[in-house]
């Protein structure tokens, strides 16, 4: 299996493992982070600047689909309802359709990202 798909199919399996408590956590934006920023929003999309420097956390919190692309590449480490974590590689020009989640992050290296949130 080529890098990429497998990357993609990582990153769905981690995904989904927060996907489940999607309903109960917070809008992420409810947290005002310095480091997350609405970019553009309308009806059907939320555009969001993800721009951590290292050791920069939130709290437990929802995203509805999305698609992010990623700017600057770097690790960070997510934390799931159920306690389990991972930390993800991201590297600059990837994108990524990513289903529901319910998770907090932490930055381990400084990372950008643009997530576009699908509103239903």
């Known amino acids: 299996m080529k890098t990429a798909a497998k990357k993609i199919l990582g990153i769905g399996a981690w995904v989904m493992i927060g996907g ?3 309903a109960f956590a917070q809008d992420v ?3 005002r982070l310095p480091f997350l920023k609405v970019v553009a929003e309308d009806d ?3 555009v969001l600047r993800y721009a951590p420097g290292p050791g ?3 709290a437990m919190h929802s995203h509805p689909e999305a698609v992010v692309v990623v ?3 770097g690790r960070v480490r997510y934390t799931f309802p159920d306690g389990t974590q991972r930390v993800v590689e991201l590297k600059a020009g990837d994108a990524m359709i990513r289903p529901p989640v319910t998770h ?3 930055a381990i290296d400084p990372v950008e990202s643009i997530l576009v949130e699908i509103k239903r």
Do not use: P, T
Request: net charge positive; hydrophobic share 40%; charged share 40%.
């Open 20 to 22: 489940v408590a999607g």
């Open 29 to 31: 934006m409810l947290q």
């Open 44 to 46: 059907k999309v939320r």
């Open 56 to 58: 920069d956390k939130s």
């Open 71 to 73: 700017l600057k590449g």
């Open 104 to 106: 907090f992050d932490e």
